[in-house]
């Protein structure tokens, strides 16, 4: 379970008092002293940073009688509605080899990126079982079909691209294999040899939605949550596109980004939920707004890098089908010692610089550990990650 060696030095009543600090006013700095036996627990709010709609909250919200719209202004206050559509370029980063490999299918053809004619794979070769772009010296792309064993149909100039369509394609990558609509391109990356490639699903952003929001929440969730989900994920991913400059894709397809699974993982309810929201974002000043959001706030959302993203009360998040609302998690002292070795033996933790906003004085900005060999400031969100807690709003307690 948990190491024998922390003891909570702090008084019963400073906890008391920082729980019920007034909004906005951050705790002072808390120290716990760690002696030679006792046990850490960490007790905490919320999953994810914080900022923007809690997925919980606007489930809660929704049962409630809330629709998608008024979810969204609730956790986007002073923003619009507006539209946006388009295609969007999707790094598929499992697919970790150079070679693009597809299943044949009705309607499978193949065409340079820099333009010219597409070709008919599934007329010019209706035997074969799989296609494949394979990357040439001097920016070129090989168009490979397999029967029995792997031939060249023809070499094309650039970069090239599979499409069928935007009927789904059956993508096979180390392990297995996915489907996905749109067209897969074998993109060469900025930096790198002329042999280098990843494959990149362009597709429309409203298919592009219905492979995300599929994984971003419980399917089965009422279905003004899912179109609230839809919406944001879609002005997430219409920001992104329009304000970052990757090169050869716009997101990625995990939670770095968005999660995103493809036609594989596309579901009838989630898929009515896109459906539904066609077109729809968020916006401020006419522009889509950088819609983030999380799985649950624990009361309090946190403040972003826009007006429209504020620290508030989060009066939907609480209920009892929230389980992140609320969490324990048990570390140890050996084990902050395995992350930070350089601390030696530890002797105290300190949490500082807290936001101000909810129980302990709110999330907290840095924690520092102090031992035998040294201090160490660390980020709360690196104290997050690497302990496996699911928010920065937390305190300790011990056994």
């Known amino acids: 379970m948990t190491s024998s060696r922390v003891r909570l030095s702090l008084l019963a009543t400073a906890l008391a008092a920082a729980a019920t600090l007034a909004p906005g006013a951050p705790a002072a700095a808390t120290t716990w002293q760690v002696p030679g036996s006792a046990s850490i627990t960490v007790v905490?709010?919320?999953?994810?940073?914080?900022?923007?709609?809690?997925?919980?909250?606007?489930?809660r919200a929704a049962t409630k009688g809330l629709g998608y719209r008024q979810i969204l202004r609730y956790y986007y206050p002073g923003t619009s509605s507006g539209k946006a559509g388009g295609a969007i370029k999707v790094l598929l980063t499992a697919d970790t080899s150079r070679d693009l490999v597809?299943?044949?299918?009705?309607g499978l053809t193949a065409r340079?990126?820099?333009?010219?004619?597409?070709?008919?794979?599934?007329?010019?070769?209706?035997?074969?079982?799989?296609?494949?772009?394979?990357?040439?010296?001097?920016?070129?792309?090989?168009?490979?079909?397999?029967?029995?064993?792997?031939?060249?149909?023809?070499?094309?100039?650039?970069?090239?691209?599979?499409?069928?369509?935007g009927r789904p394609l059956r993508l096979f990558v180390p392990g297995g294999s996915h489907a996905y609509r749109g067209a897969l391109r074998s993109a060469s990356p900025r930096s790198g040899t002329s042999l280098d490639r990843d494959t990149v699903n362009v597709v429309?952003?409203?298919?592009?939605?219905?492979?995300?929001?599929?994984?971003?929440?419980?399917?089965?969730?009422h279905p003004q949550a899912l179109r609230a989900q839809a919406v944001a994920a879609r002005t997430y991913a219409a920001f992104d596109r329009a304000t970052t400059n990757r090169g050869h894709y716009d997101l990625c397809d995990t939670d770095a980004c968005q999660v995103y699974g493809?036609?594989?993982?596309?579901?009838?309810?989630?898929?009515?939920?896109?459906?539904?929201?066609?077109?729809?974002?968020?916006?401020?000043?006419?522009?889509?707004?950088?819609?983030?959001?999380?799985?649950s706030s624990g009361g309090w959302t946190s403040a972003g890098a826009f007006s429209y993203l504020p620290a508030k009360v989060d009066k939907y998040d609480a209920f009892p089908g929230n389980d992140f609302h609320d969490w324990t998690v048990p570390t140890s002292d050996a084990r902050i010692e395995a992350q930070w070795p350089e601390i030696g033996d530890?002797?105290?933790?300190?949490?500082?610089?807290?936001?101000?906003?909810?129980?302990?004085?709110?999330?907290?900005g840095t924690v520092t550990l102090t031992g035998t060999d040294g201090s160490v400031d660390v980020t709360g969100d690196d104290f997050r990650f690497l302990l496996g807690l699911y928010s920065t709003w937390f305190t300790i307690r011990v056994s």
């Open 44 to 59: 905490g709010h919320g999953n994810g940073h914080g900022h923007g709609l809690s997925q919980y909250g606007a489930q």
């Open 102 to 106: 597809v299943a044949a299918r009705p």
């Open 112 to 165: 340079s990126v820099a333009g010219g004619r597409s070709l008919d794979l599934a007329k010019a070769r209706p035997k074969a079982r799989l296609w494949r772009i394979t990357p040439l010296a001097g920016k070129r792309s090989a168009i490979d079909f397999k029967t029995g064993s792997w031939r060249r149909l023809t070499v094309v100039k650039g970069d090239a691209e599979l499409s069928a369509g």
């Open 204 to 221: 429309g952003l409203d298919a592009y939605l219905k492979g995300v929001v599929a994984r971003e929440v419980p399917s089965y969730w």
């Open 262 to 295: 493809g036609f594989t993982d596309e579901v009838a309810s989630t898929s009515a939920a896109v459906d539904a929201t066609r077109g729809q974002v968020q916006t401020k000043a006419g522009k889509a707004i950088f819609a983030q959001f999380n799985a």
């Open 346 to 364: 530890l002797t105290s933790i300190e949490t500082s610089d807290r936001d101000g906003h909810g129980a302990w004085g709110g999330r907290v």
